[in-house]
């Protein structure tokens, strides 16, 4: 599987551009508009007076040099023209020329035969947003959803962990090169998502993530995902942005409900308003995406615990996190902080950053 | 007249130590001069001028002759003004203006004023201390500093207000009087401070961490927000420490009154809470100077030292605090000597949990990007946070919790608990160079931190599942065991393991919120 050479050669331009495209961006030439100049009209409106040396050295392309690369960075590299390119993203004017994939090719399969699920959400989330993307997509991952993200810190994480521990396919499209851990600190991460799913981005190898590309990038996730969900961002976040172009793309949107006085649950609350599906549980989004009581559930989580645990567990559930509203004096104090320890320890409930817990998914 | 030789005693402060200083005045025919030789700092040859004043504004004569003065040994630089008074007494026995030999059973020290008038020296209570040592009988020195002087009870002090008054009672006159102070009289009558725990609403958490820190004297960060009532609770902290022993009190004045920090009593009778601000430099933290004086980390000795915006202070500032969270004390070398002041402090640090201080807020965003996040981080990190047992959250207390009136008193009630683990303590530890839960070393936590199986498991599970590192093991293992002597019991149960382990250090990825 390999991409035809002008596709190739669309993919290197973006990477050759990538430091000047947001010159071309403004008020009326919004990112997909300019994505989907062809390459003549791209280098124009890009380049200015450096034209003639852009044209020149694009005129210098080696397609066979871009592969040898590619394969040395472990990449393989698919273009519309191949049968086993993504079906979603075949279309429209901002259509991707050339991926660049980290990961065995042969499973870009599975995202043409199921519907996948973009999950995207808060780069510094609550735990409560942490729990239910990871839980979430553990879950979409063991009913066989490919799960698609980012990468970035937070929801997207938390996304790709979920569903490596749901022992499913899941599909990362980063912002730089697939090659490239980015950010850095998910190197690990970076790593056991090409060893069982697909660490993907349109920009040729080496190629450091661009502003514009953070945007470019969440267009992709949009148009492989059947359906986008959100879990945790403010107004104006990047989740938004992709939930934008999944709207574009006439893809259902899903959004997880959240505290209204959050400002983390502001940007999903905010969709749910404006009609997208409300994800309680990977219930709902099988729901919507095979109809409703068609997709398996998952068993409840038993756990034998002792009634004082059992009350603290069901006080945390209820939203009571914080031990000062658990205990009114000292000694229930002490019983209280080693309850929800032990509750820490069954894997039940979580520390967020303010100190609260809460239930873990 | 014949050239004679006078001696007078006194003491230059070394740190929060005296050492004795032999003035030897020499007056001899010849024209008028006015000498004073063995390392004399500026503020000791400017000496010279108050005592010339101060004696002719006393009535006595200024010799017109030959004077030279020299401060022995000779060999170790003498600095401040204390040393004025030694001076003119030895200048008037040596012009014979005082007969006898009135000094050499008295050490002298005072700074003159021009008008004959004795002010307040620093270091009172470590000179007395020098004095009895030395076997002198008696100290003279200012009357404000006479309190401070008798706390020792072993010296006949004798307190004077003029040059005149010192004068009259080294001939052989009245003893001027002075009231005499009994340290345990005056810790028992101290008055209760203003501050109390129940002023500080809600936060319930908070305080049960602040009486478990003060039981076992374990170190302690708080982490929350901007406002949230970090520093009011941790300004509170001394009034549920057990009272100051005696001892205890005697060192901390001594130090005090090295710094020239001595308010209107004779004694320190409440522990020391310092804050320095965190723009404060690694001198002024531990001590330092050219004549080393004491730091911050030494003026709260016995006390709290409390660190607000930990995050904030100069990595050398905190580095320095290093030796004496180890060693409850602290070395300043110079090219010429070393001094040790004592720092045996909790040590209560305040940090928000981001640059903005939003993160983990549920109703404002966090701003800060990740490259700030971690560089703040990592200042936390490192050997300051070794020594560190328990790290609290503290929240923004509800609505609620801050329309509703001031609480009930606590301070009392929390107090006796923390004295009776506190009790419970130095039983256990006697002969073992510990005081409290906190100053256990590993071979110490191993070896008096049994657990049952149950408590075992819990410290594994919390290994496997929470990630407790080693050194969050034995700082789990010392909260556990002065929860258990909270509770009055010699074992640690499961329950104790359980707490302790909630005021573990989190990990960063857990603070900055994400999973991996």
């Given at each position: 599987m390999r991409a035809c050479d002008p596709c190739l050669r669309r993919g290197a331009l973006l990477g050759m551009l990538g430091p000047w495209i947001a010159r071309a961006l403004g008020q009326h030439r919004r990112l997909p508009a300019v994505l989907g100049l062809d390459d003549d009209a791209l280098v124009a409106a890009v380049?200015?007076?450096?034209?003639?040396?852009?044209?020149?050295?694009?005129?210098?392309?080696?397609?066979?040099?871009?592969?040898?690369?590619?394969?040395?960075?472990?990449?393989?590299?698919?273009?519309?023209?191949?049968?086993?390119?993504?079906?979603?993203?075949?279309?429209?004017?901002?259509?991707?020329?050339?991926?660049?994939?980290?990961?065995?090719?042969?499973?870009l399969h599975a995202l043409n035969e199921e519907q996948s699920v973009a999950v995207v959400g808060a780069r510094r989330p609550s735990a409560y947003g942490l729990e239910t993307a990871r839980a979430l997509c553990r879950d979409l991952a063991a009913a066989g959803v490919p799960v698609v993200s980012g990468m970035a810190l937070g929801i997207d994480s938390a996304a790709h962990e979920g569903a490596l521990e749901g022992g499913g396919l899941t599909v990362a499209v980063l912002a730089g090169a697939a090659d490239l851990a980015?950010?850095?600190?998910?190197?690990?991460?970076?790593?056991?998502?090409?060893?069982?799913?697909?660490?993907?981005?349109?920009?040729?190898?080496?190629?450091?993530?661009?502003?514009?590309?953070?945007?470019?990038?969440?267009?992709?996730?949009?148009?492989?995902?059947?359906?986008?969900?959100?879990?945790?961002?403010?107004?104006?976040?990047?989740?938004?942005?992709?939930?934008?172009?999944?709207q574009d793309l006439g893809r259902d949107l899903g959004a997880v409900p959240g505290h209204v006085t959050s400002v983390l649950a502001a940007g999903p609350n905010a969709l749910i308003a404006e009609g997208a599906q409300v994800v309680r549980s990977v219930a709902d989004v099988l729901d919507a995406l095979y109809g409703a009581g068609s997709g398996p559930l998952p068993a409840p989580r038993q756990a034998a615990l002792d009634a004082r645990l059992a009350a603290l567990l069901e006080a945390v559930e209820r939203g009571t996190g914080s031990p000062d509203a658990l205990a009114s004096d000292s000694q229930a104090m002490a019983d209280v902080v080693a309850g929800l320890t032990e509750l820490e320890l069954l894997g039940l409930v979580r520390r967020d950053a303010g100190g609260n817990y809460v239930r873990c998914a | 007249m014949v050239a004679v030789l006078a001696r007078a005693v006194t003491f230059a402060l070394v740190g929060?130590?005296?050492?004795?200083?032999?003035?030897?005045?020499?007056?001899?025919?010849?024209?008028?001069?006015?000498?004073?030789?063995?390392?004399?700092?500026?503020?000791?040859?400017?000496?010279?001028?108050?005592?010339?004043?101060?004696?002719?504004?006393?009535?006595?004569e200024f010799p017109l002759r030959r004077i030279t003065v020299n401060l022995a040994p000779a060999d170790t630089r003498k600095a401040g003004p204390g040393f004025d008074l030694a001076l003119a007494a030895a200048l008037l026995v040596a012009s014979g203006q005082l007969v006898g030999d009135p000094l050499s059973a008295y050490a002298l020290s005072g700074e003159l004023g021009l008008d004959g008038s004795v002010r307040p020296v620093r270091g009172a209570l470590a000179m007395a201390d020098a004095c009895a040592r030395a076997g002198l009988r008696g100290l003279v020195v200012p009357a404000a500093c006479a309190g401070e002087a008798s706390l020792l009870g072993a010296l006949d002090v004798v307190g004077v207000g003029t040059l005149r008054a010192m004068a009259d009672f080294l001939a052989g006159g009245e003893r001027p009087a002075h009231d005499e102070v009994d340290p345990a009289a005056l810790l028992a009558s101290a008055p209760d401070g203003a501050l109390d725990l129940g002023q500080v609403r809600g936060h319930r958490a908070l305080k049960r961490a602040l009486e478990i820190a003060a039981a076992g004297g374990h170190n302690l960060l708080m982490v929350g927000p901007p406002g949230s009532g970090k520093s009011m609770a941790a300004r509170r902290l001394p009034t549920i420490m057990p009272p100051l022993t005696v001892a205890e009190a005697l060192e901390v004045t001594r130090v005090h009154s090295a710094a020239g920090l001595l308010g209107a009593g004779p004694l320190v009778t409440r522990r020391p809470f310092r804050a320095p601000h965190h723009t404060v430099s690694s001198a002024g933290l531990v001590g330092g100077g050219p004549v080393p004086s004491p730091g911050e980390a030494s003026l709260a000795q016995h006390g709290v030292l409390f660190l607000d915006e930990l995050a904030e202070f100069a990595r050398p500032a905190l580095e320095a605090l290093r030796q004496p969270l180890e060693e409850g004390s602290i070395r300043i070398t110079r090219s010429q000597r070393s001094v040790t002041f004592p720092a045996r402090f909790m040590l209560v640090g305040a940090t928000n949990p981001c640059p903005c201080g939003h993160l983990g807020d549920e109703r404002r965003h966090c701003s800060c990007p990740d490259s700030s996040l971690r560089r703040y981080r990592a200042k936390l990190s490192g050997p300051l946070l070794d020594r560190i047992d328990m790290i609290v959250r503290v929240a923004s207390p509800s609505r609620d919790e801050l329309m509703a009136g001031p609480g009930a008193p606590e301070s009392a009630a929390v107090g006796a608990r923390v004295a009776a683990a506190r009790a419970r303590q130095s039983e256990r530890l006697a002969g073992t160079g510990a005081r409290c839960n906190a100053e256990l070393g590993p071979a110490q936590v191993r070896l008096l931190c049994k657990l049952d199986p149950a408590a075992r498991a819990a410290l594994y599970a919390a290994h496997d599942r929470l990630r407790l590192s080693v050194r969050g093991h034995d700082r789990a293992l010392r909260v556990a065991r002065t929860l258990a002597d909270l509770d009055g019991r010699d074992t640690i149960t499961r329950g104790d393991v359980a707490q302790a382990v909630a005021y573990r250090e989190h990990h960063a990825s857990e603070l900055l919120g994400s999973v991996v």
């Open positions: 380049c200015g007076r450096k034209r003639a040396e852009v044209d020149a050295e694009l005129a210098r392309f080696d397609a066979a040099g871009m592969r040898r690369k590619a394969a040395a960075a472990g990449l393989a590299t698919v273009c519309p023209h191949a049968e086993a390119f993504p079906a979603p993203l075949r279309h429209g004017p901002d259509a991707v020329a050339a991926l660049w994939l980290l990961g065995d090719p042969s499973r980015y950010p850095r600190s998910r190197a690990g991460l970076h790593r056991r998502i090409a060893a069982t799913g697909l660490v993907m981005s349109e920009l040729p190898p080496g190629a450091r993530p661009f502003r514009w590309s953070f945007p470019a990038r969440n267009r992709i996730m949009a148009g492989l995902g059947a359906m986008t969900i959100v879990v945790e961002g403010t107004l104006n976040s990047g989740s938004l942005i992709t939930a934008g172009f999944a | 929060v130590d005296a050492m004795q200083v032999t003035v030897e005045a020499d007056i001899h025919p010849g024209l008028p001069a006015f000498t004073i030789v063995g390392l004399p700092d500026a503020a000791v040859q400017e000496s010279r001028e108050r005592v010339r004043a101060a004696l002719v504004n006393s009535g006595f």
